[in-house]
């Protein structure tokens, strides 16, 4: 029987084979260490502007290669509705209003456990599993990059909240921030500190790149430009982590994610917006550190998912039967 683990990503999906029947590598893929979450070779596909679910059923055909599957763990960009079992990714605009994603799971795959959840609560398993949460149990797990999100741990477990989007922090709000958002909202985090967003920000004074890899390099090489975008967005980061450490009594944040990558540039700007901001006393212990796990975590999750409530210490329910 083959497990599978499935990673909606705002502008990609990527799925592959979990546990001993995962395709018989011996090594996990290069973007998805550690070893502990038994994924087999990578598959991927471009999210495209129409026909989405076709793409993604498309895929896990051929992740699960006509073997019977037996479970499916899905992390999936939010919003979420994880009762209805429905995702609805501001970035994907054909399932903006909702695609039931585990029932269409399901009818490709009749009898398999379906586990779902948002792609933040994947990241605070995976990083529970295997990163830098591992025996931590209050902290925050976040990404940065074509969006921002969230997955948090309290007293060791992941919260899910009322309909399972708890963590979505890419749409804090700055202050001093007007950006609209895709959400519909202005001054979101992600609005002004994913790569895209900073991007934008950086085409609109001059700068003429194309992707955050790049910008991240120039900010590297000196670019002034590039510089101030990220100093903008690191500081944009250091407030909506002070902000969330605050309202969350945590003394942990882990940040990965492709654009987190970015090196000091980002980071300096971003630790000194939490040292100014985070200043209640029991903040004082507050660290931000970079996630131990490559561009993989999410999906990485999704295998922990897959695996069952048996493997899953961090008790994100398994969709409702």
């Known amino acids: 029987m083959t497990w599978i683990a499935l990673d909606i990503g705002a502008t990609k999906f990527a799925a592959a084979r979990v546990g001993a029947d995962s395709g018989?590598?011996?090594?996990p893929p290069d973007d998805c260490a550690p070893a502990e979450f038994g994924l087999g070779?990578?598959?991927?596909?471009?999210?495209?502007?129409?026909?989405?679910?076709?793409?993604?059923r498309d895929l896990l055909v051929e992740v699960a290669g006509g073997e019977p599957v037996e479970a499916v763990g899905i992390g999936a960009a939010g919003p979420v509705d994880v009762t209805a079992g429905v995702t609805g990714p501001i970035n994907i605009p054909e399932w903006r209003r909702g695609f039931p994603?585990?029932?269409?799971?399901r009818a490709l795959f009749p009898g398999a456990a379906v586990r779902f959840a948002i792609d933040g609560a994947c990241l605070a398993l995976a990083e529970q599993r295997a990163g830098a949460l591992r025996g931590v149990g209050d902290a925050l797990a976040m990404t940065v990059s074509s969006g921002i999100g969230g997955g948090i741990l309290a007293g060791g477990r992941v919260l899910t909240g009322r309909t399972g989007n708890a963590g979505h922090v890419g749409h804090i709000v700055v202050p001093g921030e007007e950006v609209p958002c895709a959400c519909g909202g202005f001054g979101c985090?992600?609005?002004?500190?994913?790569?895209?967003?900073?991007v934008r920000w950086a085409r609109s004074h001059g700068w003429r790149g194309s992707t955050g890899a790049e910008l991240a390099d120039a900010a590297a090489a000196g670019n002034s430009t590039a510089l101030a975008a990220l100093e903008r967005a690191g500081t944009a980061?250091?407030?909506?982590?002070s902000s969330a450490a605050a309202t969350l009594d945590i003394d942990l944040v882990v940040i990965g994610g492709g654009f987190a990558a970015s090196g000091e540039p980002l980071w300096r700007?971003?630790?000194?917006?939490?040292?100014?901001?985070?200043?209640?006393?029991?903040?004082?212990?507050?660290?931000?550190?970079?996630s131990e796990l490559a561009a993989g975590a999410t999906l990485a999750g999704a295998a922990v998912l897959a695996a069952g409530p048996e493997a899953n210490t961090g008790d994100v329910p398994e969709w409702p039967a």
């Open 24 to 27: 018989g590598s011996a090594r």
């Open 41 to 56: 070779a990578v598959h991927r596909a471009d999210v495209p502007a129409t026909g989405v679910w076709e793409v993604c």
């Open 101 to 105: 994603i585990v029932d269409s799971v």
């Open 189 to 198: 985090v992600e609005a002004v500190a994913s790569g895209p967003s900073s």
């Open 237 to 241: 980061l250091g407030r909506a982590v």
């Open 269 to 290: 700007p971003l630790r000194a917006a939490v040292t100014r901001h985070a200043r209640l006393g029991f903040l004082r212990p507050l660290r931000v550190l970079p």
